[in-house]
Nanobody, 115 residues
Framework: QVQLVESGGGLVQPGGSLRLSCAAS????????MTWFRQAPGKEREFVAG????????YYADSVKGRFTISRDSAKRTVYLEMNSLKPEDTAVYYC????????WGQGTQVTVSS
């Protein structure tokens, strides 16, 4: 079993920055990848970013490429999402995802980008 807890969300002005964290626990944690998704009201959950846990290769959705950076701290079992140049359309609940085995999700953290 894997438990994921997101944190770091909040209210930020357009052009601002936030850093989200996802702390993992559980004996079943042994990732090849970790990913971030987001879901805005009335819309489907969409992929945001992913990272290879071994070599740290990163990949992003086109909508966030060049603005967001995903990283990980293996010793802390934590994955981060650095969000820069935020836009109102980035407003969503952001979820951490463990895409191995049956898959696990965190509870989500709200990010609101507004003036």
């Amino acid at each position: 079993q894997v438990q994921l807890v997101e944190s770091g969300g909040g209210l930020v002005q357009p052009g601002g920055s936030l850093r989200l964290s996802c702390a993992a626990s559980g004996r079943g944690f042994s990732p090849y990848q970790m990913t971030w998704f987001r879901q805005a009201p009335g819309k489907e959950r969409e992929f945001v970013a992913g990272i290879n846990w071994i070599n740290s290769n990163r990949y992003y959705a086109d909508s966030v490429k060049g603005r967001f950076t995903i990283s990980r701290d293996s010793a802390k079992r934590t994955v981060y999402l650095e969000m820069n140049s935020l836009k109102p359309e980035d407003t969503a609940v952001y979820y951490c995802n463990y895409p191995q085995d049956s898959g696990y999700w965190g509870q989500g953290t709200q990010v609101t980008v507004s003036s």
